[in-house]
């Protein structure tokens, strides 16, 4: 499974994006799917995560209500819509794969066996 994350770029402060993320090689449906990002100087940090169904999804607590994950299994994509964007936002926007998540550790990146190259968002201030 290769992941390939896009849609990242430059945006205003209260603006919105909408990340992509495919795979090339494989499905994804098999796999629970993760976003994960890293701002300069900090270490990374969980974002979202959705499980193989789509029916189960969990939120960093800084984008609830923000931020949404969405899996299309039907288009081997997974997406990451984000609105009301502020500058603590900037930061590489990964995504991930893995199985085997139980509730404690799908927020673990260690737990996530492939990784996308990466997307930047910035936010304006």
């Known amino acids: 499974v290769q992941l390939q994350a896009s849609g990242g770029g430059l945006v205003q402060a209260g603006g919105s994006l909408t990340l992509s993320c495919t795979s090339s090689?494989?499905?994804?449906?098999?796999?629970?799917m993760g976003w994960f990002r890293q701002a300069p100087g900090k270490e990374r940090e969980f974002v979202a995560a959705?499980?193989?169904?789509?029916?189960?999804?969990h939120y960093a607590d800084a984008v609830k209500g923000r931020f949404t994950i969405v899996r299309d299994n039907a288009k081997n994509t997974l997406y990451l819509q984000m609105r009301s964007l502020n500058p603590e936002d900037t930061a590489v926007y990964y995504c991930?794969?893995?199985?085997?998540?139980?509730?404690?550790?799908?927020?673990?990146?260690?737990?996530?066996?492939?990784w996308g190259q990466g997307t930047q968002v910035t936010v304006s201030s």
């Open positions: 991930a794969a893995g199985t085997g998540h139980i509730l404690s550790t799908i927020r673990e990146a260690e737990r996530y066996t492939y």
């Open positions: 090689g494989g499905t994804l449906r098999s796999y629970n």
């Open positions: 959705i499980r193989t169904s789509g029916g189960s999804t």
